[in-house]
Structures are given as structure tokens and as C-alpha cells.
């Protein structure tokens, strides 16, 4: 018998850190369960979007044709009003607590850490929105394939806002009257996907064929998943410093 073996007093284990994937996992469980507790601050934004897409009818008057043609931008920019109030706090609470400053320190990559909280925003913040549009679009007397397409460039563009929106918060995150400053910084860069978004629903009411403007909506969705989380990343290290 090896007795080299038997002296050894302890025993060691080897740490095993999480992939990347369960990391993101586990903040994204993290956020979920953070924002059922605290229900006001997302179920303000959707009842800002409820509200805005439900008054404009009443202030506009009853005519469906005005109605008609009115009624996919006022939705889109009720979306994107909405997507913009719940971005306060999208990295405001962990840096106040500190577990910004753990995620950045972590082993997983900070920027899969940060398309996991992009992607809890976009669960709370604008699932809700997508799933409540065409409800609300009917208000605009919109045809049913009218309907699909506004539930489907919502389905496409809120993804494209919250990663946008994601790179606002995280410039401005501890800069005083941030939120002023964050749309500035947003609004130009949510023209395009308000442009394509709504033009896509109007093509469809007018016959003309929405696969252009979903094409150009796919595109941005792409180029925003590409640069938006190393862009937030880079934006968070340097607001940690």
C-alpha cells in the first residue's frame, strides 16, 4: 500500500465555477423573480401603453378610416414610450447593491451576464406589450392580418429597443438627471425600428407587401444582438472605475 497517500490530512475538491450558460441562467431567474416582487415597476409601463393606445381613439374621434391610418404608429410609439420608462432601473438596483460590481468581477463573460438582463427587460417590459397589441389594435378598427403583422413587428422590434435602450442605461448609469440625458441618447437611435416597425403594419393595410420593412426589422435585431451587449459591457466597466 501507497502509504505517501495515507499521510495526506485533507482531502481537497476541485472548485467547479458555472458556464457562461448556467451564469446566464441564473441572473436571468434572478431578475424574473426580482420584478414579480416588484410588480409597479414594470406594470406601469404596460399600463402606460394600455392608456396612451386607448385615449388616442377617444381625443381623435370616431372615424374609422382616420382611425385606420393613425392607429400602427400611435401603437409603436406607445411601444417605445412604454420600452423607455422601464429602463430606470434596468442596472440602477445592482449597482446601488453592489452585485454590478460581483458580475463584473465574476468568471462568466460580463456581456452574456448583460443579454441576460436585456432578456429579463424584454420578458417584462415587452412580452407584455406584444401579447396586449393586438387587443388594443382592434380599438383602431385594423384587419386581422393587420393585427399579425403589428403583434410581429412588436415580436421583432421591442427586442431591438431593449438592447438599444440597455446601451442608454448603462452611459448614463450614476450620471445625475440621467434619465434626460438617456433619451437623448435613445431617440435617434429608436427612429429606424419605430420607422420600419409601424411601415411594416401601414404596407400591410395598403396591400403593398410588409417583407421589406420585417427584413430591415431582422437586421437591426441582428446588429443590436451583435454590438449591444459588448457595447453595455464596455459602458458598465468604465461607470464601475
Request: hydrophobic fraction near 60%.
Amino acid at each position: 500500500m501507497n502509504t505517501s497517500t495515507m499521510n495526506v490530512p485533507v482531502h481537497t475538491q476541485a472548485l467547479v465555477l458555472p458556464s457562461p450558460w448556467q451564469a446566464m441562467g441564473g441572473v436571468l431567474r434572478r431578475d424574473l423573480r426580482l420584478a414579480f416582487r416588484r410588480k409597479a415597476e414594470w406594470l406601469g409601463a404596460v399600463f402606460f401603453f394600455v392608456l396612451v393606445a386607448a385615449l388616442f381613439p377617444l381625443a381623435i374621434g370616431p372615424e374609422p378610416n382616420t382611425l385606420r391610418l393613425i392607429g400602427p404608429g400611435v401603437l409603436w410609439v406607445a411601444a417605445l414610450l412604454a420600452s423607455m420608462l422601464s429602463l430606470g432601473r434596468l442596472f440602477e438596483a445592482d449597482h446601488q447593491d453592489g452585485s454590478l460590481e460581483q458580475m463584473a468581477l465574476s468568471a462568466a463573460p460580463l456581456s452574456w451576464l448583460v443579454s441576460a438582463k436585456v432578456a429579463a427587460h424584454w420578458l417584462i417590459a415587452g412580452l407584455p406589450l406584444v401579447l396586449l397589441s393586438p387587443l388594443l389594435g382592434l380599438q383602431y378598427g385594423l384587419s386581422s392580418e393587420a393585427l399579425a403583422m403589428l403583434a410581429l413587428s412588436l415580436l421583432i422590434g421591442t427586442p431591438v429597443l431593449s438592447m438599444l435602450g440597455a446601451i442608454g442605461a448603462a452611459l448614463t448609469l450614476g450620471v445625475r438627471g440621467g434619465g434626460v440625458l438617456q433619451s437623448l441618447l435613445l431617440l435617434p437611435l429608436y427612429v429606424p425600428v419605430l420607422v420600419f416597425g409601424a411601415g411594416a403594419v401601414d404596407a400591410q393595410l395598403r396591400g403593398l407587401g410588409a417583407q421589406a420593412h420585417v427584413s430591415v426589422l431582422l437586421a437591426l435585431l441582428l446588429l443590436a444582438a451583435a454590438f449591444s451587449p459588448w457595447a453595455c459591457s464596455a459602458a458598465l466597466r468604465l461607470a464601475l472605475e
